[in-house]
């Protein structure tokens, strides 16, 4: 009990978060019956806010990983103006913690006053607590707010549920009465719905407020670094001691445009210069994108940030690869007249070692890939491109799918999973999104999306077919002597710890059901089987292949159909689960969910103290 007590100190000193408080303070005494239902026993009071135990077994579930990079491939110059460029997605943090909550300035104003960071004073009113206030600290800057994104922001401060329209929205508007605002003035439709503004309250009605207004002070820091950051690498003094071929004037272009972009607020020619960017050494994307934190109408888009160097070995293999898309289109299985051979190069891929994530992207689970721009129209002028995180793959690779597989594999299989062809079979996952039926024509003649087509179950077919045209691929890659047989055999036994990871996240996302048809598809035909005496699954290498084409087959039809009711019967089917793996599930209760990043690009670009480092402080009074 001594240890819960600063956790209770440091809400009470924060009214706001009691405003709706009322609900846990009522102490419970439930009653339960015993085994034999004779006598009645107390059941213990629910404590108000979280025990630091409870905290550390969040905490646990980020496996913390100092992601470093190969700061050899950079000459001094790009040092310098990769330093402006993590100072700016810096900016970003800052941008996405006022967008989730509008208490967020408060309570780190709060947080510092009772933990002073920098041990500029003595430390003194919480001493003995310091490592608890310290993981709080740490739970909150990864979740960006007092809620936990693991555990559907569920609150682990205080008792307040998130607002759904986070900061965007007044707190208190419905969704009723934004939708009625919205009709009787319908001239503002646009505007109030609008990607790139927030919605305050006025005189009794609701107003709109640009981007370039409510986060002024900070688009301003971050434009003034990414211009700076843009001189540094075109200034002719600086580019003769860049590596031979490296030319930044297509970065610099998208860097001012962007910074441009913040003050106009208009995105759309700094997306489309982003699709311009040739592939340097360093790799940024910056700015608003993806608009999940709007839980309450999905309008409004996060800021967050990557800053990133290519890796030059991987971009010439993925380069390899393009080469062979027209071949890959043309060997699927599927009857000719479904096939589209002009698809496949609309999307390229890039593979990059992240240094430095922000904002949006860094809340909660790390992102390991991403797929912009959003905007439909630079899509349809210029494409999108995606981009591969590897150091992150690598990360989640170790702290996770590793420890899964010695919890669920064959022991003698064990020697297989290696982090090349666990990359390999995502690297082949991005590349297949990007074949197979896309735009199709329906039977009178229509032409439509298979997108359009399948609706709501749109995702999860889409997400089995990248899978499983992964595998699929990489056996064609071989058979023409682009990849060796190592990395196909590989592949196929690095998918069970794979399927495993995924379903974790629960089987109603995308991923999670993608995986689960993939895994009883495999189960049917013998592809993988599981051992009662060791309960764990083997991988009968020698199976793949058939199932593989068996299930790509099947997707791939009631794609090319734009077939609704066959995908609904065929996730019926092969998405249940069953008590082997609910079984197996229970015994990856305490291997992390995720990762929590510790970049090691703000130790070595020298950017002084952060304002939370993750790093933690000097002096501790009592070892755990
Ligand atoms: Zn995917």
């Given amino acids: ?61 980020y496996a913390k990983v100092d992601i470093a990079i190969d700061e050899t491939v950079l000459s001094e110059p790009e040092k310098e ?25 408060a309570m780190q104003a ?18 003995e607590n310091h490592d608890l206030i310290y993981d709080l600290l740490r739970f909150y800057n990864i979740n960006f707010g007092p809620w936990d994104r693991l555990a559907e922001e569920a609150p682990f401060i205080g008792s307040a549920a998130k607002p759904k329209g986070a900061n965007f929205y007044p707190e208190d508007m419905t969704k009723e009465e934004f939708e009625t605002y919205i009709s009787q003035n319908p001239e503002k439709a646009e505007e109030l719905r609008g990607y790139f503004t927030v919605i305050r309250r006025q005189n009794g009605g609701l107003v709109t ?77 910056i700015g608003p994108y993806e608009v999940y934190e709007d839980a309450l109408f999905g309008y409004k888009a996060s800021f967050e940030a990557f800053i990133a160097i290519r890796n030059p070995a991987d971009s010439k293999k993925l380069e390899g690869i393009k080469k062979y898309l027209p071949k890959l289109e043309q060997s699927l299985p599927l009857p000719a007249e479904h096939k589209n051979p002009t698809r496949g190069s609309e999307s390229p891929v890039s593979v990059v070692d992240l240094v430095y994530s922000a904002g949006d992207t860094k809340a909660g689970v790390q992102t390991i890939a991403f797929n912009l721009p959003n905007d439909e129209a630079v899509r349809e002028a210029k494409g999108s491109k995606k981009v591969m995180m590897k150091n992150i793959s690598q990360a989640k690779f170790d702290k996770i799918l590793v420890p899964i597989a010695t919890q669920v594999l064959d022991p003698a299989q064990m020697d297989q999973v290696v982090f090349d062809a666990y990359f390999s079979n995502t690297l082949m996952h991005e590349i297949s999104h990007g074949i197979g ?6 039977k009178d003649g229509t032409e439509t999306t298979v997108n359009r087509e399948l609706k709501e179950l749109y995702s999860f077919l889409e997400e089995a077919k990248a899978d499983i045209l992964g595998l699929y691929c990489t056996r064609v890659l071989v058979k023409e002597g682009f990849l060796d047989k190592a990395t196909e055999t590989k592949g196929y036994i690095c998918f069970l710890p794979g399927f495993f990871r995924s379903i974790r996240f629960g089987a109603t996302a995308a991923h999670g059901k993608a995986n689960m048809m993939e895994f ?8 993988i089987e599981f051992d009662p005496e060791t309960e764990k699954f083997h991988v009968h290498v020698d199976k793949m292949p058939a199932a593989v084409e068996a299930m790509a087959s099947k997707l791939l039809m009631i794609q090319a159909l734009g077939d609704y009711d066959g995908a609904k019967a065929f996730i019926d089917l092969y998405s249940q689960s069953s008590p082997e793996l ?20 703000e130790e070595f670009l020298d950017m002084g103290q952060r304002r939370h480092s993750h790093k933690k402080p000097a002096p501790v009074t009592h070892q755990h």
């Fill in 81 to 105: 103006a990769l330093t402006k460029l993590v100072q700016a997605a810096r900016v970003m943090d800052d941008i996405f913690f006022r967008q989730v909550w509008s208490g967020n300035a």
């Fill in 582 to 601: 609910e079984k197996l599930l229970g015994k990856l209760k305490d291997i992390p969910t995720d990762i929590e990043p510790v970049f090691a690009a």
């Fill in 209 to 285: 407020v640009p981007y370039s207004e409510e986060y002024k002070d900070l688009l301003t820091r971050a434009a003034v670094l990414m211009r700076e950051a843009a001189d540094i690498l075109t200034n002719p003094a600086n580019t003769a001691k860049f590596a031979k071929g490296v030319d930044y004037t297509t970065l610099a272009a998208y860097l001012r445009s962007r910074a441009d972009a913040f003050f106009a607020n208009a995105y759309r020619q700094s997306d489309m210069d982003w699709m311009d960017v040739e592939n340097n050494i360093i790799d940024v994307t």
């Fill in 520 to 527: 009883n598809f495999f189960r049917e035909k013998g592809a």
């Fill in 437 to 442: 039926p896309g735009t199709i024509k329906k």
């Fill in 110 to 127: 709060k947080i510092d006053e009772v933990h002073d960071f920098s041990h500029k004073q003595p430390f003194t009113p919480i001493g």
């Fill in 1 to 61: 009990m001594k240890r819960l007590l600063p956790v209770i100190l440091l809400v009470l000193a924060l009214p706001l978060w009691l405003s709706c408080g009322g609900k846990d303070k009522q102490s419970k005494e439930t009653t339960a019956k015993t085994a034999k239902g004779e006598t009645e026993v107390a059941m213990p009071e629910m404590p108000q806010h979280i025990p630091y135990y409870d905290l550390k077994l969040k905490l646990r579930k």
